[in-house]
């Protein structure tokens, strides 16, 4: 099975702009649709950006939508999150996970999981 690994996150004003990255091992990214997700406290786990196998197909939650882009390349085995005009809603525990499933919303269906990274906006 693929074992993930983020890393980017940090400490950045509204307005600022980070970068996510998540790494792959044990097996190829490409065999993933992948998905970002965010969790802060007190609040359920969110998918905030999808991305199909070949990367030619996405999906953003409506908050993020202009603000936020998902990529990959497979050559590398990762996949990024660009993160640009940050609020400070967008402070979370952001995970990169990867599903099997063709549907790149079914948010069940991500089963294998890096162990977060924390993102922080402050006003």
């Known amino acids: 099975q693929v074992q993930l690994v983020e890393s980017g996150g940090g400490l950045v004003q509204a307005g600022g702009s980070l970068r996510l990255s998540c790494a792959a091992s044990g097996r190829l990214l490409s065999s993933y649709v992948m998905g970002w997700f965010r969790q802060a406290p007190g609040q359920e786990r969110q998918l905030v950006a999808a991305?199909?196998?070949?990367?030619?197909?996405?999906y953003y939650t409506g908050s993020v939508k202009g603000r936020f882009t998902i990529s990959r390349d497979n050559a590398k085995n990762t996949m990024y999150l660009q993160m640009s005009i940050l609020r400070p809603e967008d402070t979370a525990v952001y995970s990169c996970?990867?599903?099997?499933?063709?549907?790149?919303?079914?948010?069940?269906?991500?089963?294998?999981w890096g162990q977060g990274t924390q993102v922080t906006v402050s006003s």
């Open positions: 991305i199909n196998y070949r990367g030619d197909n996405t």
């Open positions: 996970a990867a599903s099997q499933d063709s549907i790149l919303t079914r948010s069940q269906r991500y089963l294998y």
